[in-house]
């Protein structure tokens, strides 16, 4: 096969480093990809936005499938867009994409189908938002609508941090904003639980626990993700039971009921308390770094997994995992989530190799003249997968050392709720 991926994440080099070990495989591009798919695949650049010259490339190149890594092009219709042109493309279409791309259609599906969330409520205007927050009590959570990568989440102590964040979101700092949404804060611990779904049945596709604050012992600001680990501590088939049934279920069924079609993993980002599950959001793609740290851990051949998806024959297929953990630390520029450099020089990384159970995926890497460089915020994402889950973070913090990146940072904790020193 002949095999497309979309974006330029360590998320898609790890699905780009499963697909070159499938024996289904023929040639792999990846649009535009980063310094280490460059050498399993071929980068393609062409701007995200430009479905059409996405479309031509696709065409010419006969391509069989094509996987969509991130949730902006999904949210503006790629998939709809690929489709009506007679392309193969593994992920929802633009209506299913609206579970991420508006937090208000979710909550209104929550509402609706009595899937437990945060209490909130939808304002139209700051006036009535401010009045609103005047009389509740802290902490709560003041959210834009829309796709904000990350940052239009405001976790408030008092009326000030609210004020604040309605005043940002009305004054279009996410773009313009009709409504906002102010939910209860959760209290609890996070899960992110995957499914894959061929718009007929679906599959559980592992858990992991992600760590979103830039310092360790989870200080600090929010950032897309500085590690993870997988299977989360929390899971349990009891648990896992209660998430299919209370909130995968119903929402897979409104899709349906709505003539939605998707195809593609789905991302409930869940928090737990008392071994209840709560939906914060939905994610209509694979996370990053949960991806980095849940790929390596499936035997399938990931093509045959592909393949069935895209056939509505995934029942017909056992997924299996190795039965061990798997952990991700995410190696940021100095500065990242705030500012920070681009095109710095990453000595020796040419001489690390990815083995049966290490792995190093670029993010923000470009290869010029042999030599690589940063240009972004996350820039590697080294994997380890081992017995236990601090033998593999010490044989990850031990690549991270050797490489030595004076101009990085990382967090020496990932997975600290479960390592216990
Ligand atoms: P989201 O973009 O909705 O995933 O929110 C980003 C992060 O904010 C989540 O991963 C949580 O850590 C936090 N968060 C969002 N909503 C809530 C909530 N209602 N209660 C507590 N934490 C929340
Ligand atoms: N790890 C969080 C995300 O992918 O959104």
Redesign the pocket.
Known sequence: MRIAIIGSGGREHAICQKIYESKKVKKIFCIPGNGGTNSIAKNIQIDLNNFEEIKDFLITERVDLTIIGPEEPLVKGIVDYLNQNKLYVFGPDKFCSNLEGS?IFTKKICEKHNIP??NFKIFKNEAQSLEYLQNKSY???V?ADGL?A?K??Y?CENYLDAKKGVKEIFGGKFGNAKEILI?????GE?MSFFILYDNVSFKIFNTAQ?H?RVFEGDKGK?TGGMGAYSPSRLNTKFLENKIVKKIIKPTLDYLKNENGKYIGFLYA?L?IKDDEP?L??Y?VRMGDPECQTILPLLKNDFVEVLKNCMNGTLNKLELEWEDKKSICIVLASKGYPQNFNKNIFIENLENFKHSNNRFIFHAGTKLVDKKFYSTGGRVLNFVSIGSNLKSARDETLNLIKKLNWRYGHYRRDIAFKVIKN
Do not use: S
Not at 183 to 187: A, P, Q, S, T, V
């Open positions: 937090k969330t945060a902490p709560l959570v959210k904000a990350g239009g989440v976790i939910e209860d804060f959760l209290y996070e992600d979103k929010n980002g928090m709560y914060i959001e994610n």
